[in-house]
Nanobody, 119 residues
Framework: QVQLMESGGGSAQAGGSLRLQCAAS????????MGWFRQPPGKERESAPV????????YYADSVKGRFSLSWDNARNTAYLYMNSLRPEDTAVYYC????????????WGQGTQVTVSS
């Protein structure tokens, strides 16, 4: 089994920065792709990740491109999401998710971590 554990997040003013972490444990060799999804307040979780990475390639959604960046610590099996130039519309619960090799979608999910950006 694979477990995903998010941490970080919290509150920031617009223009500020926060860092999220996603630590993967267990049979991490089964993971092919990981991503960060978000669920804004009062809305459903967005269907596409804002950031995803696979085989050393990282994808950023237009809404976060140039503001968010991702790094991966192989030794710790931990992804770090650096969120800069935050906007109020970035307020959401952020979920780390993973696809298994041979799988078709994101099957593994963390518990989520809250990010609140005030204007």
């Amino acid at each position: 089994q694979v477990q995903l554990m998010e941490s970080g997040g919290g509150s920031a003013q617009a223009g500020g920065s926060l860092r999220l972490q996603c630590a993967a444990s267990g049979r991490t060799y089964r993971i092919s792709t990981m991503g960060w999804f978000r669920q804004p307040p009062g809305k459903e979780r967005e269907s596409a990740p804002v950031v995803s990475w696979s085989d050393m390639r990282t994808y950023y959604a237009d809404s976060v491109k140039g503001r968010f960046s991702l790094s991966w610590d192989n030794a710790r099996n931990t992804a770090y999401l650096y969120m800069n130039s935050l906007r109020p519309e970035d307020t959401a619960v952020y979920y780390c998710a993973a696809k298994k090799r041979g799988g078709t979608g994101y099957e593994l999910w963390g518990q989520g971590t809250q990010v609140t950006v005030s204007s």
